[in-house]
């Protein structure tokens, strides 16, 4: 891999998961709520689709700087940075299940997205 390619990998990876974490902090910042404490049904359910729209987007954008493996690391570090979570803080866990279950494979997706768009259309 050249070098150019694989500064467009970690920029695309890093552009990704920027948009998901952001995404979230800016989530929880307006909304005057930490993900630390157990919330409503309807906050965690709201969490959830907007944190899976942010994750699809992020993959999405790294596979469109640089490539599938782009997107599919942002949902890997995603996936990794929820289980160190889990595992290091204390509190409700339902905002790292949501991250784990959840953003983590959307992330995956918005990449394939991505793949399927540049795929060749049949009869073309």
């Known amino acids: 891999m050249t070098a150019m390619k694989t500064l467009r990998q970690v920029l695309g990876w890093l552009v990704g998961y920027g948009i998901s974490l952001a995404s979230s902090l800016a ?3 307006a909304m ?3 993900p630390y404490l ?3 049904n309807w906050f965690m359910a ?4 907007y944190g899976v729209l942010f994750a699809i ?3 999405y954008i790294a596979a469109r700087i640089a ?3 782009a997107g599919f690391a942002v949902g890997v570090t995603i996936a990794v940075l929820s289980i160190i979570s889990l595992l290091v803080d204390a509190g409700m866990h339902w905002s790292q299940y949501v991250a784990l279950v959840l ?3 959307a992330a995956v997706l918005g990449a394939k ?3 399927i768009e540049r795929a060749p259309k049949f009869g073309s």
């Open 32 to 34: 005057h709520r930490p």
């Open 46 to 49: 709201a969490t959830a689709v």
């Open 57 to 59: 987007l992020g993959g």
């Open 103 to 105: 953003m983590s494979p």
């Open 38 to 40: 157990a919330q409503s």
């Open 27 to 29: 989530w929880f910042a």
């Open 113 to 115: 997205l991505r793949v």
């Open 67 to 69: 490539s599938y493996p």
